[in-house]
């Protein structure tokens, strides 16, 4: 399976969505690295001409207003000046992607969008539902997360994660990650000479995990191996790969297509589309503990029952959602409660028929039902 994998090639993968970080995309000095790009945009006429459908996620705002408003830190000094970079900057990464796009004969779209489009079922409907009718008029959407009024508290924070949900709500086949590393390995190979790179994962496991950084090298991007990883998460449990490669190199797509190297993180089989969207998601409000007994319950498929809720953690209304989490701390799975937090704090561990003593009312009888749970 994994041999024709490699390259994502247009006659296997339908739908494709490429992030491009900001320290690939601009310079130390702020500006466009336009000749590279112009590679990658080949790449990307290339494929299309192929029948491949190409989204595009692509960081590089903030980077590029912090030059034009001559502020420190490459705009990161403080929150203010991060948006005001956004605002500034987004207007020259559009026409850059525009322009060059347009030499190829390809029209481009900006969708601006922030965490909450995406984690608002509606919204991520209306997000998906224009994404789809993009793809059938030939254009090639460029994505970004709108930093002009995001917040540190309501942001991806990173556009790994927003290229995994973008390709969540495009029912995109595969996502691939540009980087400054050429894969996921098995120590962080900047410092580590002994590192080996792991050109397939099947599965994200703790042993996964625990191969991550968090940071990012070049103090210019938001993410690092970590956010690659959950990225990954996000991905692969939509029913897409994704792909970590090196984006220093010219025309990287070709270069990965022609033998490049690069991780693939396999697709598992997709989720229903509602369950998909909930375990994707990058925001919760509580977290509810439960024992064994509903471990194995949840595992079959069934509804969380207060019985098995050992504790309730965190403040969150009714409909809020909410990681489930066993004694030992493995969060399972993750869903829409039907409780709010000082009722489902107040019945946890309480059969069913006791409920209504302690309440005065019995409104349900599940705390998180099953068509509203995702296991994760």
């Keep these: 399976m994994t041999a024709s994998l490699p390259g994502f090639p247009p006659a296997q993968i339908r739908r494709l969505v490429i992030k491009i970080g900001s320290a690939l995309l601009v310079d130390p000095d702020g500006q466009v690295r336009a000749d590279w790009l112009r590679t990658l945009v080949a790449d990307v006429a290339e494929r299309r001409a192929a029948g491949q459908q190409v989204i595009i996620v692509s960081s590089g705002a903030i980077a590029l207003g912090a030059r034009r408003l001559k502020l420190p830190k490459g705009g990161r000094g403080s929150l203010e000046d991060a948006q005001a970079a956004a605002a500034t900057g987004q207007i020259a990464l559009s026409q850059c992607w525009a322009n060059l796009l347009h030499e190829n004969g390809i029209t481009a779209a900006q969708m601006l969008v922030t965490l909450d489009d995406l984690e608002n079922r509606r919204r991520y409907l209306n997000a998906s539902a224009t994404l789809e009718r993009l793809m059938q ?3 090639v959407p460029v994505v970004n997360e709108n930093d002009s009024v995001a917040t540190a508290e309501i942001r991806f924070g990173d556009n790994d994660r927003l290229a995994a949900r973008i390709g969540q709500a495009a029912r995109a086949d595969a996502v691939v990650l540009l980087s400054d590393v050429d894969g996921l390995y098995t120590a962080n190979p900047h ?3 002994d590192a080996m790179l792991i050109e397939t994962i099947e599965r994200i496991d ?3 995990a625990g191969m991550a950084d968090s940071g990012s090298a070049s103090g210019m991007g938001s993410g690092g191996m970590t956010s690659k990883i959950e990225a990954a998460r996000i991905a692969t449990g939509a029913g897409a790969h994704l792909a970590i490669i090196s984006g220093k190199v010219d025309a990287p797509l070709s270069h990965w297509a022609k033998g490049g190297r690069g991780s693939i993180f396999l697709a598992a089989p997709a989720r229903r589309a509602r369950k998909g969207w909930l375990a994707g998601r990058l925001t919760v409000r509580g977290r509810i503990v ?3 007994g509903a471990e194995k319950a949840l595992g079959k498929g069934n ?8 504790r309730v953690e965190g403040v969150f209304a009714r409909g809020d959602a909410v990681d489930i989490l066993t004694e030992d701390g493995r969060v399972i799975a993750r869903g829409l409660i039907e409780y ?3 009722e489902a704090a107040r019945i946890a561990g309480k059969r069913s028929e006791d409920i209504a003593a302690l309440l005065g009312h019995l409104p349900r009888s ?3 039902h099953r068509d509203h749970l995702a296991m994760v």
């Design 137 to 139: 008029l030939g254009v």
């Design 191 to 193: 410092v580590d000479a």
């Design 206 to 208: 703790a042993r996964i």
């Design 290 to 292: 439960v024992d064994a």
């Design 303 to 310: 509804s969380l029952l207060p019985a098995g809720v050992a």
């Design 340 to 342: 709010d937090s000082e």
């Design 366 to 368: 599940v705390l998180v």
